[in-house]
C-alpha cells in the first residue's frame, strides 16, 4: 500500500524537474545560437558593404491580455498602434488572438493568430500592406528575491504581401522567425502600487528562402517603469531602442520609441490564488 502511495509522487516530480530543466538549459543555449547569427551575418556584410543607418523616432501603444478561463486554458488578445515621427504618421496596426495553456504555474505555451496592416515607406505611396502571421510560443516565469524573471521563445511564420507601384498584389514574402526575450521587473519599493523598474532586451533571426542578406531581423532594447493600477490591470512606459536589419542586408533602421503598454490578466476561476500575470507583450 504505502509503495503504491509513493510512486505517483515521485513520478511527477520526476517530470516536473525534466521539464523545468529543458526550459532552464534550452532557452539560453538559443539565445546564443542567436547572437552568433547575429555577428557572424553582420561581420561578413561589413566586409562586403558600408553599413547605412537610418535613424527614426516612434510611439507604440498597446493593450496586451490574458484571460485565464481554467486552470489550464486561458484566452490571450492583442491590439497594437505604432507612429512614425513621434506620432505624426502611421508605422503599422496590428491585432492577435490566441489560447494559452499553463503547464504550470511557471511555465505556459501559446498559439496564436495576428494580422497587420504595415504603412508604406515609399513617399507618395498610400497602399498597406497586409501580413498574416501564426506564431507558437514558450513561456517561463521564474523568481529570485523580489526580481521576476521571464524568458519567452517565439516561433513565427509571417506572409507579408507585396505592394507593387502603390497597389497591391498576390505576391507574398514568407519567412520563418525566431524570438528569444528576456524581461526582469525590478522592485524599487515594498509598496506593490509604486513603481517597478523593467528592462528588457529581446533578438529574432529569421529564414526562408525570400531571406537572403538579413537573417538577423532585430533586436528590441526596453527600459521602463511598471505601474500596478489593480490586480488584474498594470502598464509599463519608457524607452525602446529597435535596431532592425533591412533586406538588402547593409541597411538598418534605429528606431527610437517611446513605448506605452497596457496589460489586462482578469482570472475568471471562481477559486484562485496564483495567477501567472501579463509582465510583456509585443507584436
Known amino acids: 500500500m504505502l509503495q503504491y502511495a509513493i510512486k505517483p509522487i515521485k513520478s511527477k516530480t520526476s ?27 553582420t561581420s561578413e556584410l561589413r566586409s562586403q558593404t558600408s553599413k547605412q543607418v537610418r535613424e527614426q523616432y516612434q510611439s507604440w501603444f498597446a493593450l496586451n491580455t490574458l484571460t485565464r478561463i481554467s486552470d489550464k486554458w486561458g484566452l490571450v488578445g492583442e ?31 501559446s498559439l496564436a493568430y495576428g494580422h497587420m496592416w504595415l504603412a508604406p515607406t515609399v513617399p507618395g505611396w498610400f497602399t498597406f500592406a497586409k501580413e498574416n502571421r501564426i506564431h507558437q510560443q514558450l513561456s517561463y516565469s521564474s523568481k529570485i528575491g523580489r526580481i521576476s524573471f521571464t524568458q519567452r521563445l517565439r516561433n513565427e511564420q509571417r506572409w507579408q504581401q507585396i505592394i507593387i507601384n502603390d497597389a497591391p498584389s498576390k505576391l507574398l514574402r514568407f519567412t520563418n522567425r525566431v524570438r528569444y526575450l528576456m524581461s526582469l521587473n525590478i522592485p524599487v519599493f515594498k509598496n506593490q502600487y ?90
Open 79 to 109: 491590439i497594437h498602434v505604432r507612429r512614425n515621427h513621434f506620432i505624426a504618421d502611421n508605422s503599422f496596426y496590428f491585432i492577435r488572438l490566441g489560447a494559452n495553456y499553463w503547464v504550470n504555474e511557471q511555465l505556459s505555451m
Open 15 to 41: 517530470f516536473r524537474g525534466i521539464y523545468e530543466e529543458w526550459i532552464l538549459i534550452l532557452i539560453p543555449r538559443v539565445f546564443l545560437l542567436c547572437m552568433f547569427f547575429f555577428f557572424a551575418f
Open 194 to 283: 509604486l513603481p517597478a523598474l523593467v528592462l528588457a532586451d529581446e533578438i529574432m533571426i529569421q529564414f526562408g528562402k525570400d531571406v537572403v542578406y538579413n537573417t538577423f531581423d532585430q533586436n528590441r532594447f526596453f527600459i521602463g517603469l511598471r505601474q500596478k493600477i489593480s490586480h488584474d490591470l498594470n502598464f509599463d512606459i519608457g524607452y525602446m531602442r529597435v535596431f532592425q536589419q533591412r533586406p538588402s542586408g547593409y541597411q538598418y533602421d534605429l528606431n527610437h520609441t517611446f513605448r506605452l503598454f497596457f496589460y489586462y490578466s482578469p482570472d475568471l476561476r471562481k477559486n484562485h490564488s496564483n495567477h501567472q500575470k501579463l509582465i510583456h507583450g509585443d507584436e
